[in-house]
């Protein structure tokens, strides 16, 4: 009698628990509900003003997604937290999935959208320079990004458009923590500084240090940053990833029909510590050097000029296969809306 009872308690339990999975299952899925979406960004930079625009005006709501901003600082460690499982998708330079692959890792990352085709640093001078050229930095103290990462790699590609060798011409110093370069720049550190906004903007307004160049202009179109997810994640959640990319899509949209002014009204919440005349500032300077493209696909042919640069480099020595490493499919269909 007991064993019955027990068994009937155990059935009614199991029961509860299926109705509860199943619920909860759809509340990812159904209208007026939203999935919770963990994105770990490399840096927090209005040189990504489109995704803020996405976030600022409910664009991931819109498509069922309830997303949670993580900052990396820096691609190492955003792909530590995609690869960990931390967080879903991953934001920062394509080059992070490449080695990845070529390490050998099962559970590789796939880029799905690119964001920016320029380049979002600049070269900083504690003197304002009228007719900067890149064979100033010859013999130089310069504090730039670190080992492998696609900002010190377009820094070093540009000086080898122009005929200077990183390794002899100049001391380029990449022991500085990402984010902690403007204030050793500030503490006196080096003769020149490569900075991401707002850092040379804040450099400027405080006499510190003068924008002398554009890496963005001066490299060209490269594929500067993307989005990835893990093999796995991707097969398992491609509903959620056509979602995410659609928003992404919109938020572009936004930036390529507006003015610089209202781009930064929209995206001035997500950076409070900055006035919103300096934020118009960065926003009509990236704007300027047509940073953004029109949409999110990520093209073979930028893809086979990251591994030129990253060649040229000296960081990949095999090239990895595009159809692996880059799936387009939702960029297209984003698009295609």
Same mark, same amino acid.
């Given at each position: 009698m007991k064993k019955s009872k027990i068994a009937k308690r155990l059935a009614v339990y199991s029961l509860v628990f299926v109705i509860a999975a199943t619920t909860c299952t759809a509340c990812g899925t159904s209208k007026g509900k939203l999935t919770k979406v963990t994105l770990n960004e490399v840096a927090h930079s209005i040189f990504y003003a489109p995704q803020y625009v996405a976030i600022e005006n409910g664009y991931f709501e819109e498509e069922g997604i309830d997303l949670e901003l993580v900052t990396g600082f820096g691609a190492d460690k955003t792909m530590t937290a995609l690869v960990s499982g931390e967080a879903d998708i991953g934001f920062m330079g394509a080059e992070s999935s490449?080695?990845?692959?070529? #390490?050998?890792?099962?559970?590789?990352?796939?880029?799905?959208?690119?964001?920016?085709? /320029?380049?979002?640093?600049?070269?900083?001078? /504690?003197?304002?320079? #009228? $007719?900067?050229?890149? $064979?100033?930095?010859?013999?130089k103290d310069v504090i730039g990004g670190r080992k492998g990462g696609m900002p010190e790699m377009v820094f070093e590609y540009i000086l080898g458009k122009n005929g200077i060798d990183p390794e002899t011409d100049l001391n380029i110093d990449q022991s500085i923590d990402f984010g902690s370069t403007a204030a050793a720049f500030s503490g006196g550190q080096g003769e020149f500084t490569v900075e991401f906004e707002p850092a040379a903007t804040a450099l400027e307004s405080a006499g510190e240090g003068f924008v002398v160049a554009s890496l963005g202009v001066d490299s060209g179109y490269v594929p500067y940053t993307s989005y990835c997810t893990t093999k796995d994640y991707m097969e398992e959640n491609r509903e959620m990833i056509q979602s995410f990319t659609r928003a992404l899509q919109k938020g572009m949209e936004y930036v390529n029909s507006h003015t610089p002014k209202e781009i930064a009204e929209v995206i001035a919440p997500q950076f409070e510590e900055t006035d919103i005349e300096t934020v118009e500032k960065i926003v009509t300077r990236y704007y300027e050097q047509d940073t953004w493209k029109g949409n999110l696909v990520f093209e073979e042919s930028s893809f086979d000029l990251l591994q030129n640069i990253l060649t040229n480099a000296g960081e990949l020595t095999n090239r990895v296969p595009y159809d692996k490493l880059v799936d387009t499919s939702f960029a297209k269909e984003a698009a295609e809306k």
């Amino acid at each position: 009698m007991k064993k019955s009872k027990i068994a009937k308690r155990l059935a009614v339990y199991s029961l509860v628990f299926v109705i509860a999975a199943t619920t909860c299952t759809a509340c990812g899925t159904s209208k007026g509900k939203l999935t919770k979406v963990t994105l770990n960004e490399v840096a927090h930079s209005i040189f990504y003003a489109p995704q803020y625009v996405a976030i600022e005006n409910g664009y991931f709501e819109e498509e069922g997604i309830d997303l949670e901003l993580v900052t990396g600082f820096g691609a190492d460690k955003t792909m530590t937290a995609l690869v960990s499982g931390e967080a879903d998708i991953g934001f920062m330079g394509a080059e992070s999935s490449v080695y990845l692959y070529s #390490e050998g890792a099962s559970n590789y990352a796939v880029n799905f959208a690119q964001l920016t085709q /320029r380049a979002g640093n600049f070269l900083v001078a /504690r003197q304002q320079i #009228e $007719d900067f050229s890149w $064979d100033m930095l010859k013999g130089k103290d310069v504090i730039g990004g670190r080992k492998g990462g696609m900002p010190e790699m377009v820094f070093e590609y540009i000086l080898g458009k122009n005929g200077i060798d990183p390794e002899t011409d100049l001391n380029i110093d990449q022991s500085i923590d990402f984010g902690s370069t403007a204030a050793a720049f500030s503490g006196g550190q080096g003769e020149f500084t490569v900075e991401f906004e707002p850092a040379a903007t804040a450099l400027e307004s405080a006499g510190e240090g003068f924008v002398v160049a554009s890496l963005g202009v001066d490299s060209g179109y490269v594929p500067y940053t993307s989005y990835c997810t893990t093999k796995d994640y991707m097969e398992e959640n491609r509903e959620m990833i056509q979602s995410f990319t659609r928003a992404l899509q919109k938020g572009m949209e936004y930036v390529n029909s507006h003015t610089p002014k209202e781009i930064a009204e929209v995206i001035a919440p997500q950076f409070e510590e900055t006035d919103i005349e300096t934020v118009e500032k960065i926003v009509t300077r990236y704007y300027e050097q047509d940073t953004w493209k029109g949409n999110l696909v990520f093209e073979e042919s930028s893809f086979d000029l990251l591994q030129n640069i990253l060649t040229n480099a000296g960081e990949l020595t095999n090239r990895v296969p595009y159809d692996k490493l880059v799936d387009t499919s939702f960029a297209k269909e984003a698009a295609e809306k």
